[in-house]
């Protein structure tokens, strides 16, 4: 309760200009067991499977600046990360006793932290990035070559993050009805739940499953009203779509681990992002024809809680992954020290 307090207390001193918020570097912490960790799903944990271009686009953008300037432990330089520095899967990674992420898989090479599989723009459906489903089966495809091992497996952590809202972006809108809503995401988490069944048949020992964030409170959804209010349409979106997720998961295997980000990123206050640009369809980073930004970069990003529209500042990862901490330890049996 105190670390979920501290988070609103942070969101509203970023609101009201108050307090100044520094993110320090973690020091790395001793651990009581040896875990792998296995990444997949989306931009909230990818730590650069989405391919570098040799021009910016909207889809290779967190290849270039701004991205990445917060990142000190990277020379505050893109690394591919969807932030201004690192994101879930690297704090997941130093809560095990890590530095950072697992490799991206298109490193293609065995590393003993384990293998990042996950793709910003991926979800459970087809599209241009490899869905939840193919990421899995490269995991197995390690396998079956012997790249990863059984005894790897044995102990191991799996971070599974479908939580940007890729599937039902374009899918739902303010006209769908709650009964849409919850067909879309029975489908969404009917495929979630596949690839939890055939993480634990690949032998994964632990799985760590993300919820939707409140996603009324992005600033995707609080643009509308100059990030004054939630939209309460995103909120009941995500709503229906825990309650479904949380349902299917939650007594079935004691070795699966739901992280609760719905409330990890509620707050009474909407907050805007720190790399904003005021087009609609643009994006952070923008340039026009002549190199000129298209976009604005908040004067402190330690002080902003979202990057871009949908995803959290380094910052913001940090407070969240301190509320999910506690749980977490406790369900891996991890004691540490700093």
Request: proline share 6%; charged share 20%; aromatic share 8%.
């Amino acid at each position: 309760m105190t670390k979920l307090l501290f988070t609103a207390c942070f969101l509203l001193l970023l609101l009201s200009g108050g307090h100044h918020a520094v993110v320090e570097a973690r020091p790395h912490r001793e651990r009581s067991k040896d875990y792998m960790l296995f990444v997949f799903g989306d931009s909230f944990v990818d730590a650069g499977n989405l391919p570098r271009t040799s021009e910016k686009t909207a889809m290779s953008r967190s290849w270039f600046y701004p991205y990445g300037m917060s990142d000190s432990d990277h020379g505050n330089r893109p690394t591919g990360r969807v932030s201004d520095g690192l994101v879930q899967s690297d704090f997941l990674a130093k809560i095990l006793g890590g530095d950072e992420s697992p490799p991206p898989s298109r490193q293609n090479q065995r590393d003993p932290s384990g293998v990042n599989f996950a793709v910003g723009g991926s979800g459970v459906f087809a599209g241009e990035a490899p869905s939840l489903r193919q990421q899995v089966e490269q995991l197995a495809s390690l396998v079956s070559r012997g790249v990863v091992e059984a005894g790897d497996l044995a102990e191991s952590v799996a971070l599974v993050s479908v939580s940007a809202g890729h599937d039902y972006a374009g899918r739902i809108t303010h006209d769908s009805s709650d009964s849409d809503m919850r067909a879309l995401s029975s489908q969404v988490s009917d495929e979630i739940v596949g690839a939890v069944m055939r993480l634990r048949e690949l032998g994964v020992s632990k799985l760590l499953v993300n919820l939707l964030p409140a996603l009324g409170c992005t600033p995707w959804q609080s643009a509308a009203s100059n990030y004054t209010r939630c939209d309460s349409h995103g909120n009941t979106l995500a709503s229906i779509h825990n309650t479904v997720l949380r349902n299917r998961l939650e007594g079935l295997w004691q070795d699966v681990l739901v992280l609760d980000l719905n409330t990890a990123f509620t707050s009474e206050h909407a907050a805007p992002p720190c790399c904003n640009n005021p087009d609609p369809s643009g994006y952070c980073g923008q340039e026009d024809p002549s190199g000129r930004p298209q976009y604005s970069v908040c004067a402190d990003p330690d002080q902003a809680f979202f990057w871009d529209y949908i995803h959290p500042s380094q910052a913001g990862w940090e407070l969240i992954m301190e509320q999910l901490e506690g749980p977490i330890e406790q369900f891996l049996g991890i004691q540490s020290s700093w």
